[in-house]
């Protein structure tokens, strides 16, 4: 089955406690991003990846890191958490970045920050 | 900078035809997306309109009018499983970033 994968789903954690959400996609897919949604203000990218060893920033990039050392896997870092990090993270892929490629979005993960 | 305008709420009843409207400001474009969501879970595609008109799939459609920066997603023969937030995003002139409107709640009345 075609999908893409987060975990972990749910995570409480406290201030200062570095943390990674992996990320994996079975599509092949080259394109790979990381998004947070907060109340009222929709989804915003936080990185994105447009192949292999290829991220950029997107809107809000402040406090996270990515990599991408394989094709499949996209994880996001947060060296040093804080509570303005709450959120809950979608990491999504499509098969290229342009022209326009539907965005096959994971299942989230839920952060907590105390 | 890019910026996109939807209504917060929509409501309509069972059976009905609801339009939910989208105008950006981007610099550059290549294309407005439509993406549902369901109770925090995950989005999931719509539609999407790079030329100008109406993209019909199903009870679904979308248009696009990129000289008013505007498009719009119809959702006829209302269902309640309809009652979701709805997106619309746009690919700007980077062609890499994506950028999402913050969401139009659709609630479906029986």
């Known amino acids: 089955e075609a999908q893409v994968t987060q975990n972990p789903r749910y995570l409480i954690t406290v201030t200062g406690k570095k943390l990674t959400v992996t990320c994996s996609q079975n599509?092949?897919?080259?394109?790979m991003s990381w998004y947070r949604q907060d109340p009222g203000l929709g989804l915003r990218q936080i990185y994105y990846?447009?192949?292999?060893?290829?991220?950029d920033k997107g809107d809000v990039p402040e406090g996270y890191k990515v990599s991408r050392k394989e094709k499949r896997n996209f994880p996001l870092i947060l060296e040093s958490p804080s509570p303005n990090q709450t959120s809950l993270y979608f990491c999504?892929?499509?098969?290229?970045?342009?022209?326009?490629?539907?965005?096959?979005f994971g299942p989230g993960t839920r952060l907590l920050v105390l | 900078g890019q910026s996109l305008e939807q209504p917060s709420e929509v409501t309509a009843v069972e059976g009905a035809i609801v339009q939910i409207n989208c105008t950006y400001q981007?610099?550059?474009?290549?294309?407005l997306s439509w993406y549902q969501q369901h109770d925090g879970g995950a989005p999931t595609f719509l539609s999407y309109?790079?030329?100008?008109g109406l993209e019909e799939t199903g009870r679904f459609s979308s248009f696009l009018s990129r000289s008013d920066s505007y498009g719009y997603l119809l959702l006829q023969e209302l269902q309640m499983k309809d009652s979701a937030s709805y997106f619309c995003?746009?690919?700007?002139?980077?062609?890499?970033?994506?950028?999402f409107g913050s969401g139009t709640q659709l609630t479906v009345l029986p």
């Open positions: 999504a892929s499509s098969q290229r970045a342009f022209p326009q490629e539907t965005q096959y």
């Open positions: 995003a746009v690919r700007p002139g980077s062609a890499r970033q994506l950028t």
């Open positions: 990846s447009m192949n292999v060893e290829v991220t």
């Open positions: 981007t610099s550059g474009f290549y294309g």
């Open positions: 309109n790079a030329l100008d």
């Open positions: 599509m092949n897919h080259e394109y």
